[in-house]
């Protein structure tokens, strides 16, 4: 395999294997870009993405740029004298003035099948339309959001209680399984596939108001909704004027009106079928299970939740 000289872009979790795995190849990692620290948790304390905290782990050099059409970025980008730029889950648009700089050019891997599920949130909306199958599509950049030629896919099956994590882990896991076949490309001419846009659908950034849960859909589509949105940003309902997350739960065929709690074991009638809760967090406090719950919530049996 020959070494590359590659500027990495990423910045979520789902990048960082592969950005371990091209230090495992020996390829030439000129330098890291990462989106710059935000503001995070209860004190608002600078949080570094995980892709910055694997560069520095890495010991590789960093950066933060706010802006990637800023002319001091895009000339220090073309000192580097680049073969390759790699994107991954980095959300920031590449200009076209970046797009021309590599000697190979700029490539991305998506989280989906490309062209179903272009955009910002491929594994969440894969789960949520209950999709049986989703995969990982290497792609050259181009000036679309995520419309460019396509060079290796691969697929896996999306097991029944795949959550937004577990899919995130065994896309990234196939990621990292094509990534040396992916590189093994640049040896010869690569024959590129362009999409087919008549297939093209879009996964859209995930609104905070789908979030909240909506006790008159099916308990199948809440269900998928729970693992989309586990474990963030977490699906929830309000209890007492207090929101609760739910994490986990099972679906039953329990009868009542929706939003009704049916039982002691906590069990709330949907607008078809009906869901056990199993792991669920209160707001303010850690994460537990529904029995550590109702010890201290006994009262709820015939309550509807809005």
Request: one cysteine or more.
């Amino acid at each position: 395999m020959n070494n590359y000289k590659i500027l990495f872009m990423g910045t979520s979790s789902f990048a960082v294997p592969i950005l371990n795995e091209l230090v495992n190849l020996n390829q030439n990692i000129i330098k890291v870009f990462t989106s710059p620290p935000k503001k995070a948790n209860r004190g608002m304390k600078n949080t570094e993405s995980p892709v910055s905290c694997a560069a520095q782990a890495l010991n590789l050099e960093l950066d933060h740029p706010k802006n990637l059409k800023d002319e001091l970025t895009i000339n220090s980008i073309k000192a580097m004298n680049l073969d390759l730029i790699i994107v991954i889950a980095y959300g920031f648009i590449i200009p076209k003035e970046i797009l021309r700089i590599p000697k190979y050019g700029c490539y991305n891997l998506h989280a989906s099948i490309l062209p179903r599920w272009r955009g910002a949130a491929p594994i969440q909306r894969s789960i949520i339309e209950g999709d049986q199958v989703s995969g990982v599509s290497f792609i050259k950049i181009d000036e679309g959001l995520d419309t460019g030629d396509i060079v290796l896919t691969d697929k896996i099956e999306i097991e029944k209680n795949d959550t937004q994590e577990s899919l995130s882990i065994n896309l990234a896991k196939l990621g990292v399984k094509n990534l040396s076949k992916f590189l093994d490309l640049f040896n010869h001419k690569i024959d590129f596939d362009k999409q087919d846009n008549d297939f093209a659908c879009y996964a859209y950034k995930i609104l905070k108001s789908e979030t909240r849960i909506n006790w008159d859909e099916t308990a199948e589509l809440i269900d998928r909704k729970i693992r989309a949105f586990n474990p963030n940003p977490g699906a929830w309902f309000e209890l007492n004027g207090k929101r609760i997350k739910v994490f986990e739960v099972e679906i039953s065929d329990g009868k009542g009106n929706p939003g009704e709690i049916l039982n002691d074991e906590f069990e709330i009638a949907c607008g078809q079928g009906s869901l056990k809760l199993k792991i669920i967090q209160k707001e303010g406090k850690n994460k537990s299970t529904v029995k550590s719950f109702l010890l201290g919530n006994q009262a709820l049996i015939g309550n509807k939740l809005d």
